[in-house]
């Protein structure tokens, strides 16, 4: 005790190692800052009407990123630096250490530095996509030569910024150790190593909840008003760390040209509604891992033996309700769904919000529906930022978004993912209760998530089944039940159109009908409008992209958008389905379903009839394997296209041309 007390006496902040790493890190930071300034001064032009206000949320947001670039690139000088070895303090070690930092941080800074100019190229800030874009240039040296002498400037900015970086740097000075005593020394500096390290990890994550997923780029759309202003959110280095190991999505040819394509597929929507546009209100509910196999009203005629449901509210919703046997998700995750629900646009290769592309411009229904004088919110019970969900709300043009710090109650915290759902969907219908009509509103549920806890007062009333997630799924829906107790009493409930489906299907399989390909996708997807006689239950095949097209038809919505999936209630389109696993691409179609491995067709089953997928028809259905792999090999060249050419809304280089989205 006696030589921990002696040693924090003898500390001195002037030449303490770890006081040197904190200013050798801020320093740093200062330089990052430094260079986001610079990117907006010399790209100023493709930033217009920036106000005071909204450079301040990108400054103060882009430290986030900055953090987390600086961290990453200074791994090696800090874990040098934090080793509690008393070497670190010998004078060659440490010339070593300073080598090291002044190389790594020079190179960082001549990365983000070199967006400065190559910015007004690609409108985005560079990734690891540029690489692929280079590698069968055999000029690469002349070219990079000739870029900085056209823009030497560029390069002088570089150079007087790393002459500065240095200079500032060799201010830093280290002492010896401040103690003499070996058991002080070692056991204090193993502590601040473990305190650095957990420092460490919660930086380079973007946050300390356990809810928290590592920032990535689409996270950086939380501190942006419009799209472009995620450039300036972000800085280079992390944008090429946070790529690195990513799929990056191509184009590809499977037809001649992307007008080719679009005589079998087309995401270019041009409704011509017979009726005036419709304000209603528009309440979408995404529930967690909300399997169909949960379901009974899915289950009726499935055959399962001694089959039991879990969602007794869903079911008698279901009943009111348009429903389709056939529905499925987009994707496996629950990142997955937030573009395919709100925006018409599927993951392909990597999650959307992922990719390289998630700051391309997107329509989405928020979007579309303020331009008709919507208000618009997203509701996510999660901490605030959890999931990048927030992020990707503010990029798809919601007016607001309400979390667990708009809910201001922490009691109602279940300590790991968020608020209760009984106690956050009665905070949701409350607050829907004070929107000025017409508003559109989401809401994403949290409690049927792993680890699967109720609350306490619920812990003998749900008694659950096999799963652990059945008594959160039983909970859940009663949660829903008595949301819609609550809103049925509200003026705005009878013009409201509500859109119920899943994120995606739960990990956890009881019953084996469900494990397969077509099971592994299949969530509820259902459409309720009070008062209107809407009970159908039908087979046909929808997805969670469709719900957009669905919701925007429904409304008569009159103008071009781009989105790809169809109206379900068109008679004309044609019903499919997409998803994406493991490589392989699927899509549903009539009885069947196709995969297909980007080059060939490799299976055609018969899913309705063969629920286990055991009886391969690829060599005796060419005709059907001809039109489904015609048809998804254009999809895919759709979507890749327009991903790369940032080509997602009516505001892009070629939508109008691309044909009638049917």
């Known amino acids: 005790m006696q030589s921990i007390q002696t040693f924090f ?61 600086v961290l990453y690139i200074n791994s090696l000088f800090i874990l040098l630096t934090i080793i509690p070895l008393k070497i670190k303090f010998h004078p060659i070690y440490q010339n070593i250490l300073h080598y090291v930092f002044i190389v790594t941080n020079a190179i960082g800074l001549a990365v983000n530095s070199a967006d400065n100019i190559y910015y007004q190229y690609t409108l985005r800030r560079t990734t690891v996509t540029v690489f692929s874009q280079f590698e069968n240039e055999q000029n690469f040296g002349a070219l990079l030569i000739s870029f900085l002498l056209d823009y030497w400037y560029g390069f002088a900015f570089f150079i007087v910024l790393v002459f500065l970086f240095i200079k500032l740097a060799n201010q830093i000075k280290i002492d010896g150790p ?31 909840r356990h809810s928290t997923r590592p920032i990535t780029i689409s996270n950086a759309a939380e501190y942006a008003k419009v799209p472009k202003d995620i450039n300036l959110v972000l800085n280079t280095p992390f944008a090429l760390m946070r790529t690195a190991k990513a799929n990056v999505i191509e184009k590809v040819d499977y037809f001649s040209s992307d007008e080719e394509a679009a005589r079998y597929y087309t995401p270019v929507h041009h409704p011509s509604p017979r009726e005036p546009f419709k304000p209603d209100n528009v309440v979408i509910i995404i529930l967690e891992s909300f399997s169909k196999e949960f379901v009974g009203a899915y289950n009726k005629n499935m055959g399962i033996a001694d089959y039991k449901g879990y969602s007794p509210f869903v079911d008698s919703l279901i009943s009111k309700s348009r429903a389709y046997q056939y529905s499925f998700s987009n994707g496996r995750k629950s990142i997955d769904a937030m573009p395919s629900v709100i925006c018409s646009i599927p993951s392909i290769e990597v999650p959307y919000v992922l990719s390289h592309y998630s700051g391309n411009k997107v329509n989405s229904l928020a979007s579309i529906l303020k331009e008709k004088g919507y208000y618009t919110s997203f509701f996510h019970g999660a901490p605030n930022g959890s999931m990048g969900f927030q992020a990707f709300a503010n990029l798809s043009g919601f007016d607001d978004y309400y979390g667990m710090t708009e809910y201001d109650n922490d009691d109602d915290f279940d300590g790991i993912w968020g608020i209760w759902d009984e106690k956050f969907l009665q905070y949701f219908a409350r607050e829907l209760n004070t929107f000025k009509e017409p508003f559109y509103s989401t809401l994403f549920t949290v409690t049927s998530h792993p680890p699967h806890i109720l609350p306490a007062e619920y812990q003998d009333r749900f008694k659950g089944g096999p799963l652990d997630i059945h008594r959160t799924i039983e909970y859940t829906d009663y949660s829903l039940k008595r949301f819609m107790e609550t809103a049925e009493k509200m003026p705005w409930f009878n013009n409201t159109l509500f859109v119920f489906t899943a994120d995606h299907p739960t990990a956890a399989i009881h019953y084996q009908e469900y494990n397969s390909a077509w099971g592994y996708y299949s969530v509820p997807l ?19 992209i469709d719900i957009m097209p669905t919701v925007l038809g429904y409304l008569n919505y009159d103008k071009p958008y781009v989105g790809f999936g169809r109206d379900i209630f068109d008679p004309e389109t044609e019903p499919f389905a997409f ?42 259905q060419p005709f059907i394997v001809e039109k489904m792999e015609r048809k998804l090999k254009a999809f895919i060249q759709q979507y890749n296209s327009r991903m790369v050419d940032d080509n997602l809304t009516m505001e892009g280089p070629q939508s109008g041309a691309l044909g009638a989205g049917k």
């Open 579 to 620: 998803n994406y696993s493991d490589n392989v691409y699927q899509v549903f179609m009539g009885d069947y379903l196709l995969q297909f491995d980007g080059t060939k067709s490799i299976a055609l089953y018969d899913f309705r009839r063969d629920l286990r997928l055991k009886e391969n028809l690829l060599a005796s």
């Open 9 to 69: 006496e003898g500390v001195r902040l002037k030449g303490n190692i770890y006081f040197g790493l904190i200013k050798r890190l801020t320093l740093v930071m200062a330089f990052y800052t430094i260079g986001r300034i610079s990117f907006y001064l010399f790209n100023v032009s493709y930033f217009p009407d920036m106000t005071f206000d909204r450079m301040a949320t990108i400054m103060l947001g882009g430290l986030k990123f900055d953090l987390a670039a």
């Open 178 to 208: 401040q103690t003499k005593n070996p058991w002080s020394f070692y056991g204090v500096s193993t502590a601040v190593m473990l305190l650095i390290v957990y420092l460490f990890v919660g930086g380079v994550r973007g946050g300390f």
């Open 526 to 544: 259902f459409f309720y409008k009070p008062g209107s006689d809407w009970s159908s239950f039908t087979q046909e095949i929808i997805q969670q």
